[in-house]
């Protein structure tokens, strides 16, 4: 095989990492919706007002953790759901700096989403297949 036909064609190993990613980025967001529902010490949520208050918490996230567990079952057939998962992260990364900067969220509770968020946009930066072979 030449190198030419490798472009594309990942080893287990990072097919192995692939999967890990996804299904910590599940494990991530299913912890988000359970921390919704259950309103926990780590979770409060004050007063919701306005008419579509009711979205920020909605639990959207487990449709994204649906996603990426069924794309762990072959991420290179699943490339979109990568991308989807790194947009997930910028935007969530976005969103945390956004009302952190308003005063909406303290240091302490923005740090370790934040974290989160650029921790897995670099494994998944690291780990997205280049491109796939023409033939």
Not at 115 to 125: C, E, P, R, S, T
Request: no cysteine.
């Amino acid at each position: 095989m030449t190198a030419r036909q490798q472009i594309g064609r990942p080893n287990a190993t990072s097919q192995a990492r692939l999967q890990l990613v996804l299904v910590l980025l599940a494990a991530w967001d299913l912890l988000a919706f359970l921390l919704e529902l259950t309103q926990t010490s780590l979770l409060k949520v004050g007063n919701i007002h306005g008419v579509l208050g009711g979205r920020a918490v909605g639990g959207s996230v487990v449709v994204l953790a649906i996603a990426y567990l069924y794309a762990a079952r072959n991420p290179i057939r699943y490339r979109f759901v990568l991308w989807l998962a790194s947009l997930e992260q910028l935007i969530a990364m976005f969103a945390i700096t956004f009302h952190w900067a308003r005063g909406g969220l303290g240091g302490g509770q923005a740090i370790v989403p934040l974290l989160v968020a650029v921790g897995f946009l670099i494994l998944l930066m690291t780990n997205l297949p280049r491109q796939t072979d023409a033939f």
